[in-house]
């Protein structure tokens, strides 16, 4: 048996990721992973944000190391990444409850809100069915800039 505790809500993805290549989550990948765990669906972070939560748990981590930890972390299917902003990428959970949903972002500051909307994922199935791709996903990331960063 993997030596991990369960994870109620993601027990999902834990086992999709597991399966796929039969990689380990080290105690090192697992606290990465409980950090998005703890925080819950549809918050979006940068491995500066991660690095820094782990520093202020007092876990003794190098950037480079959240880097290909987080990296690993979606190869394995438990993150998502997201390309959304000029200063890096993102990551989220992966989550079954956390459905296809798209990113309004701030292109100043980072700030990501999330938004549904089944008109694009029908304009993605609808594209996908007429050049006879297989869909995975329909995402939209919209870039924007938010009030605070908006000059009055
Ligand atoms: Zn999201
Ligand atoms: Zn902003």
């Known amino acids: ?19 796929k290549d039969g990689r380990r989550l080290t105690p090192q990948r697992l606290r990465v992973l409980h950090l998005f765990e703890d925080l819950g669906s549809g918050r979006h ?4 944000d991660v690095h ?5 748990s007092n876990t003794k981590v190098s950037l480079a190391t959240v880097y290909r930890t987080l ?3 979606v190869e394995m299917g438990f993150l998502h ?12 959970l992966a989550n079954d409850d956390h459905p296809d949903h798209h990113h309004l972002v701030c ?9 549904e909307c089944d008109e694009v994922l029908e304009a993605g199935k609808l ?18 800039i938010c009030p605070s960063c908006t000059p009055k």
């Open 52 to 56: 820094h939560k782990l520093v202020e």
């Open 1 to 19: 048996m993997p030596q991990f505790s369960p994870l109620p809500k993601s027990s999902q993805p834990l086992e999709k990721g597991l399966h």
């Open 127 to 144: 594209a996908a069915e007429r050049i006879g791709f297989q869909l995975v996903e329909s995402t939209l990331n919209v870039r924007a």
């Open 45 to 48: 972070l940068s491995a500066e």
């Open 81 to 92: 990444q997201l390309e959304l902003s000029e200063n890096g990428h993102r990551f989220e």
């Open 71 to 73: 990296r690993l972390l």
């Open 107 to 115: 292109i100043r500051c980072g700030r990501t809100e999330e938004f």
